[in-house]
């Protein structure tokens, strides 16, 4: 007789549901970012929103092309650039689509993070807008920018591993 294998016990409807709320809902992300900048840290903060951006963010519509954070004097965080078009079902409470929206972050958390980007070349960058738990969040990174030769040279990195990747694979299909 075969042996049975053990099976995880069966998951409820309370428990599904907390797995989908705890999820990571992905609405935006900034590729030229990354290829542009060398991440030094990463840090989530929270975002504040009015309701109809809320609903557009929702409906899947964000673009974090062109857009930056700035700490102001007074010790607070801002995004700048972020683009969250208008919602088709909103009224004369619709948002502004491109206005500033301020970081919720730790007053520690934004002291760290405007020391370390006070230095040459250094800029902080948002990289990804998702939501967790229903509560929007923002992914910004202290990034350091890349010069161009920079750029060349983790292309040629990136397809030389994969042309290393397709090789090894190939020899694995013929020794097969």
Same mark, same amino acid.
């Given at each position: 007789m075969a042996a049975k294998k053990a099976q995880a016990p069966k998951k409820s409807g309370a428990q599904k549901a907390k797995e989908e709320a705890d =999820? #990571?809902?992905?609405? $935006? *992300?900034?590729?030229? =970012? +990354?290829?542009d900048y060398e991440i030094l840290d990463t840090y989530e903060a929270? %975002?504040? !929103?009015?309701?109809?951006?809320?609903? $557009? %963010? *929702? &409906?899947? *519509? =964000?673009? %974090?092309?062109?857009?930056?954070v700035e700490v102001d004097r007074h010790g607070e965080a801002w995004i700048n650039g972020l683009n969250i078009p208008i919602?088709? &079902?909103?009224?004369w409470t619709n948002h502004a689509p491109? +206005?500033?929206? #301020? %970081? !919720? !972050?730790?007053k520690a958390e934004i002291e760290k993070i405007a020391r370390k980007s006070e230095g040459r070349g250094r800029t902080i960058v948002p990289l990804e807008l998702y939501f967790i738990r229903g509560r929007a969040k923002v992914e910004i990174a202290v990034a350091q920018g890349k010069q161009e030769w920079d750029k060349r040279e983790a292309i040629k990195r990136r397809e030389a591993d994969r042309e290393a990747a397709r090789a090894m694979a190939a020899a694995r299909r013929r020794s097969r």
């Open positions: =999820a #990571k809902h992905v609405v $935006a *992300r900034n590729k030229k =970012a +990354r290829h929270g %975002l504040s !929103l009015g309701g109809t951006e809320v609903k $557009a %963010l *929702r &409906m899947g *519509r =964000a673009s %974090l092309v062109d857009s930056w919602y088709v &079902m909103g009224s491109t +206005r500033k929206r #301020k %970081l !919720l !972050l730790h």
